[in-house]
C-alpha cells in the first residue's frame, strides 16, 4: 500500500518556466512533508519541508504548498533552471518515520 | 568527511551468499535510518534507530535482513542467503532527533546478486 503517490514519472519544462511537481498521500497522520532532490549516482539532498499545520512554505525559488484536505502537496520551481533537472522526491513523516514516493523526473531544457 | 559514509559503494555477491553493509552517520547524529532503492522507485523504508535501538524495523521485508547499531553510531546491514531480488542501491541517512524528517543521506551501497 504506497502512502505517498507521485503519480506523473517524468516532467518537461524549458527554462524560465515553472515546474509544478505534484504529490498525493493517504495517511492522515503525517506531520512534516518534504521534497528532496536526487542526481544520478548520489544520494537524495533536502530541498523544502512544510508542517502539516502551514498551507505554504517558500524558499527562494522553490515554494511547497499543501492541501490538507485534498491530501496533496506540490511543489513549485519558478523560474526553472537547467541544473534543476533531477528526480525529485516527495516524502511524508510521523515520529521521525519518513515514507517516500516513487519520484518525479523533472527536465529543465535551455 | 563531514557527510555520511557508505561502505562498500559497490557489492557483488553470488546467490545465497552474506552480505554486510556499513553506513557512518554524520556526527552527533542519534537517528539512523535505511532505505533500499530499485530502479525506477523511490527509497523503501527499511528500517530507523534512534540511539542504539531499533525504534522501527517494519520495513525489513523478512529475517534475512538485520541492522544493529551496538554504539549508537555506525550501523550494519546483514543480508543473509541473498537472493537475486535482494540486488538494489541501499542508502543510509542520518539526522538529529526531531528533525521532522530532514535527512542526510549517503551515496549508498550498491548489491548486486548474481
Known amino acids: 500500500d504506497q502512502q505517498v503517490k507521485q503519480n506523473s514519472p517524468s516532467l518537461s519544462v524549458q527554462e524560465g518556466r515553472i515546474s509544478i511537481l505534484n504529490c498525493d498521500y493517504t495517511?492522515?497522520?503525517?506531520?512534516?512533508f518534504l521534497w528532496y532532490k536526487k542526481y544520478p549516482a548520489e544520494g537524495p539532498t533536502f530541498l523544502i519541508s512544510?508542517?502539516?499545520?502551514?498551507d505554504k512554505n517558500e524558499d527562494g525559488r522553490f515554494t511547497v504548498f499543501l492541501n490538507k484536505s485534498a491530501k496533496h502537496l506540490s511543489l513549485h520551481i519558478v523560474p526553472s533552471q537547467p541544473g534543476d533537472s533531477a528526480v525529485y522526491f516527495c516524502?511524508?513523516?510521523?515520529?521521525?518515520?519518513?515514507?517516500f514516493g516513487p519520484g518525479t523526473s523533472l527536465s529543465v531544457i535551455p | 568527511g563531514a557527510g555520511v559514509s557508505q561502505t562498500p559503494s559497490n557489492k557483488v555477491t553470488e546467490k545465497g551468499k552474506y552480505v554486510e553493509l556499513r553506513c557512518d552517520p554524520i556526527?552527533?547524529?542519534?537517528?539512523l535510518y535505511w532505505y533500499r532503492q530499485s530502479l525506477g522507485q523511490g527509497p523503501e523504508f527499511l528500517i530507523y534507530f534512534q540511539g542504539t535501538g531499533a525504534a522501527d524495523d517494519s520495513g525489513l521485508p523478512n529475517d534475512r535482513f538485520f541492522a544493529v547499531r551496538p554504539e549508537g553510531s555506525v550501523s550494519t546491514l546483514k543480508i543473509q542467503r541473498t537472493e537475486r531480488g535482494d540486488s538494489a542501491v541501499y542508502l543510509c541517512?542520518?539526522?538529529?532527533?526531531?528533525?521532522?524528517?530532514?535527512?542526510?543521506f549517503g551515496e549508498g551501497s550498491r548489491l548486486t546478486v548474481l
Open positions: 512544510i508542517s502539516s499545520i502551514k
Open positions: 516524502a511524508a513523516s510521523h515520529y521521525d518515520k519518513v515514507i
Open positions: 495517511n492522515s497522520m503525517f506531520d512534516y
Open positions: 556526527s552527533g547524529h542519534t537517528a
Open positions: 541517512a542520518s539526522s538529529l532527533e526531531g528533525a521532522s524528517g530532514e535527512l542526510f
